[in-house]
């Protein structure tokens, strides 16, 4: 069964830190990986995608470990608007995409 | 911005009617989806579409679902006799290319089986 793992959390942080989340998938095949932010009762929107090289958007940080078969998501300075839940999720070779049971952030002030 | 729209957005129903829920994909949009997400669990895939046919469908997506495109702008995913374990959040979702490019949901439609 194909799964895409993540800490459920909630990770309490305060404004201004610097917080890290992790997943981990189990099919090798998989060649796209992407970060979704999800507020509460609205739709998945896509943060980033994620590459073997790693990439940045602003405090956002990306990267994808294939050999480990883990996808991380690394966010600086955080701001109250922040708080949601993280949703890691793989993209399959029929390209449907596999969902996390995600990751909730709160950050306080 | 275009915007994928989903409507009705709340639809409360009795258990075994029929319910159709309407989503509007992206107009340049080829490929079109349909997931599902109970309360507090993960978003899960139902059907994928493209050129007026089923491409993929998840065990999840039986007998008792159905998905059309009755026109060039409407993509339409119906359930003939719903159960309360259909109760959930249907996004629809539509992408330009199929492969490694974002999927744009819509709000979501909450259907309440009762």
Redesign the interface.
């Known amino acids: 069964r194909k799964e895409v793992e993540q800490d459920p959390g909630p990770f309490n942080v305060p404004e201004g830190a610097t917080v890290a989340f992790n997943c981990t998938y189990s099919n090798s095949a998989s ?2 990986f ?1 970060w979704y932010r ?1 507020d509460c ?6 943060l980033m ?1 994620v590459y073997s090289s790693g990439n940045e958007d602003g405090r956002f940080t990306a990267q994808l470990n294939r050999a480990s078969q883990y996808i991380s998501l690394l966010i600086r300075d955080s701001k109250l608007s922040d708080s949601a839940t993280y ?1 890691c999720v793989e ?1 399959d070779s ?9 990751t909730r952030l709160l950050v306080r002030p | 911005e275009p915007e994928v729209t989903q409507t009705p957005s709340h639809q409360v129903t009795q258990m075994g009617q029929e319910v159709i829920l309407r989503c509007v994909p992206i107009s340049n949009h080829l490929y079109f989806y349909w997931y599902r997400q109970i309360l507090g669990q993960k978003v899960e895939f139902l059907v994928s579409f493209y050129n007026n046919e089923i491409s993929e469908k998840s065990e999840i997506f039986d007998d008792q679902f159905s998905v059309e495109r009755p026109d060039g702008s409407n993509f339409t995913l119906k359930i003939r006799s719903t159960k309360l374990e259909d109760s959930a959040m249907y996004f629809c979702a539509s992408s330009e290319l199929v492969e490694d490019n974002e999927q744009f949901f819509g709000p979501g439609t909450r259907l309440t089986v009762l």
């Open positions: 060649q796209s992407f999800q009762r609205k739709e998945p929107k896509l995608s949703l993209m029929s390209y449907k995409l596999i969902f996390g049971s995600g």
